[in-house]
T-cell receptor, first 112, second 113 residues
Framework: GEDVEQSLFLSVREGDSSVINCTYT??????LYWYKQEPGAGLQLLTYIFSNMDMKQDQRLTVLLNKKDKHLSLRIADTQTGDSAIYFCAESPRSNDYKLSFGAGTTVTVRA | EAQVTQNPRYLITVTGKKLTVTCSQN?????MSWYRQDPGLGLRQIYY???????DKGDVPEGYKVSRKEKRNFPLILESPSPNQTSLYFCASSLNSVTGELFFGEGSRLTVL
């Protein structure tokens, strides 16, 4: 979606950390999400952050939100081959609880 | 098992031949939505439904129709498909809005010749 931007590709070595970045335009967004799409499958919710938070940690995942710069990032610690997938950033604007705008997706490739 | 089921998973058709992609969820969700996924563009919302008989346009509704006669079903109708509708289509549902977790179907890959 044009309102959410992500880089398209990321290659990372197994065991290293991955950082996927996203910028969004709607400053009124209430929630920001990370969805994961494995090959041949639909999307699954990975994690989300509420707009009044700066950081959220969940096991190997760390989400950072910089509201001033409208920048969201997802860090995956100790990246494994099973983390190879497309990761989508998405925002839910305050004005509409029924619309979710997705970025183009970042394809993460984990190499041995 | 809680799931969103789409059919068909794969379809090759010709320009102008009407087709319907079905979507069914067994979670009693109020909200359902259709997306199309194209390389470099990510997911774009086609239509969504807040509840039975309540639907609204997403970002790319042209050439598509939907209906929501029952809570569990949300079919996507292409009255006269064209090659630019060749895409991967996803149906999704959630309890009552996008602020909750969206559950996705496995996708329907459509090719229009």
């Amino acid at each position: 979606g044009e309102d959410v931007e992500q880089s398209l590709f990321l290659s990372v070595r197994e065991g290293d950390s991955s950082v996927i970045n996203c910028t969004y335009t709607d400053s009124s967004s209430t929630y920001l999400y990370w969805y994961k799409q494995e090959p041949g499958a639909g999307l699954q919710l990975l994690t989300y952050i509420f707009s009044n938070m700066d950081m959220k940690q969940d096991q190997r995942l760390t989400v950072l939100l910089n509201k001033k710069d409208k920048h969201l990032s997802l860090r995956i610690a100790d990246t494994q081959t099973g983390d190879s997938a497309i990761y989508f950033c998405a925002e839910s604007p305050r004005s509409n609880d029924y619309k979710l705008s997705f970025g183009a997706g970042t394809t993460v490739t984990v190499r041995a | 098992e809680a799931q969103v089921t789409q059919n068909p998973r794969y379809l090759i058709t010709v320009t102008g031949k009407k087709l319907t992609v079905t979507c069914s969820q067994n979670m009693n969700h109020e909200y359902m939505s259709w997306y199309r996924q194209d390389p470099g563009l990510g997911l774009r919302q086609i239509y969504y439904s807040m509840n039975v008989e309540v639907t609204d346009k997403g970002d790319v509704p042209e050439g598509y129709k939907v209906s929501r006669k029952e809570k569990r079903n949300f079919p996507l109708i292409l009255e006269s498909p064209s090659p630019n509708q060749t895409s991967l289509y996803f149906c999704a549902s959630s309890l009552n809005s996008v602020t909750g977790e969206l559950f996705f179907g496995e996708g329907s890959r459509l090719t229009v010749l």
